[in-house]
C-alpha cells in the first residue's frame, strides 16, 4: 500500500513538473517573439506621436493615441468595478455568511458569466449603446468593460475574504462592532494583498482585450478629449496593423504588443510590491 502510494505521488509530481515546464517553455518563446521583432521597429517616434496620415500603408506616426487610450479605458473600467465588487464581495461574506445556499448561487451564478465571451459583452455593450442612443466612445467602452471584468474581480476577491478567520469576526462583535465596521474596517485590511492581487488580474483583463471594445469604444487617431468620444486601444492598434499588406507596418504590430506587454508587467510588479508591503499588517480596533 505504502508502494503504491509513493508511486503515485512520484507519477504525478513528475508529470506536474513535466507540464509546467512545457508552459514555461511556450510563454518563453512568445515572450522571446514579441520582444525580438518588436524591439526592431520599436522607437521613441512610434511611442511619442499619434498616426499620421497613411499610417497603416507604412507612413509616420506612433501608437500614443492607442498608449494613453488604453490606459485611461482600463484604468476607468478597473475603478469602476472596484467601487461595485468590493461592496458586494464584503456583503456576500459578512452579511450573508449565515445564507450559505443563496452565497454559493452568487458564486455558481458568477463563474457562468466569468465563462462568458468577451465579444458577447461587446454584442451586449452595442445593443445597450442602441437602446440608450449612445455612440461608439470612451464612455461606451469603460461601461463594458466593466461589465466584463466585474464577475472577475468580485470572484478573486470573495476568494480572498473567505480566508480570513472566523475568530476576528467573533473578536470584532464582542468589542460592540457592527457588520460594516467589520466588513470595511477588518476584512477589508486583513485582505489588502488579495484585493490588489485582484485589482491587478483585472486590470490585465481589462487593458488586453480587443473583443469588448471592438464595437464599443471604436477607434481614432487622436489623444481622448472627452468620455463621449472614440478611443484607440493597443490590442486594436496591433489587429488593425497586423491586418495592413505592408511587412513594416506588420512588424510595427510586435512593437505595439511589446509596449502592452511592459505597461500589464510594470503594473504587475507594482501591485506584488504593494501587496507585499501591506500583507503584515496588523489590526488595530
Given at each position: 500500500m505504502k508502494r503504491t502510494l509513493k508511486a503515485e505521488e512520484t507519477f504525478f509530481r513528475i508529470f506536474m513538473n513535466i507540464t509546467t515546464g512545457f508552459i514555461l517553455i511556450i510563454l518563453g518563446i512568445i515572450i522571446y517573439s514579441v520582444f525580438e521583432k518588436g524591439m526592431k521597429a520599436l522607437s521613441w517616434e512610434m511611442l511619442t506621436s499619434v498616426p499620421s496620415g497613411g499610417y497603416y500603408y507604412g507612413k509616420g506616426g506612433g501608437i500614443l493615441n492607442a498608449i494613453v487610450g488604453s490606459l485611461v479605458l482600463a484604468f476607468g473600467a478597473t475603478i469602476l468595478a472596484f467601487l461595485i465588487g468590493l461592496p458586494v464581495a464584503l456583503y456576500m461574506n459578512v452579511f450573508l455568511v449565515r445564507r450559505k445556499r443563496l452565497v454559493n448561487l452568487i458564486r455558481f451564478i458568477l463563474d457562468l458569466i466569468w465563462g462568458v465571451p468577451s465579444i458577447v459583452y461587446g454584442a451586449f455593450g452595442f445593443t445597450l449603446m442602441v437602446f440608450i442612443g449612445l455612440q461608439t466612445s470612451l464612455l461606451a467602452g469603460i461601461i463594458t468593460v466593466t461589465l466584463f471584468i466585474l464577475p472577475i474581480m468580485i470572484r478573486s476577491m470573495d476568494e480572498i475574504l473567505r480566508t480570513v478567520p472566523m475568530g476576528l469576526s467573533e473578536a470584532t462583535y464582542s468589542l460592540g462592532s457592527n457588520k460594516s465596521e467589520l466588513a470595511f474596517k477588518i476584512f477589508?485590511?486583513?485582505?489588502?494583498?488579495?484585493?490588489?492581487t485582484a485589482v491587478l488580474l483585472s486590470f490585465g483583463r481589462a487593458i488586453g482585450d480587443a473583443a469588448s471594445v471592438l464595437f464599443t469604444a471604436g477607434y481614432t487617431d487622436n489623444l481622448p478629449n472627452s468620455l463621449m468620444e472614440p478611443v484607440a486601444t493597443l490590442p486594436l492598434s496591433i489587429f488593425f496593423q497586423l491586418a495592413?499588406?505592408?511587412?513594416?507596418?506588420?512588424?510595427?504590430?510586435?512593437a505595439s504588443a511589446l509596449v502592452l506587454t511592459v505597461i500589464i508587467l510594470i503594473v504587475s510588479l507594482f501591485s506584488r510590491g504593494l501587496g507585499k508591503r501591506y500583507h503584515k499588517t496588523k489590526i488595530n480596533f
Open positions: 477589508t485590511r486583513q485582505s489588502v494583498s488579495g484585493i490588489i495592413s499588406p505592408v511587412p513594416e507596418v506588420q512588424a510595427r504590430a510586435y
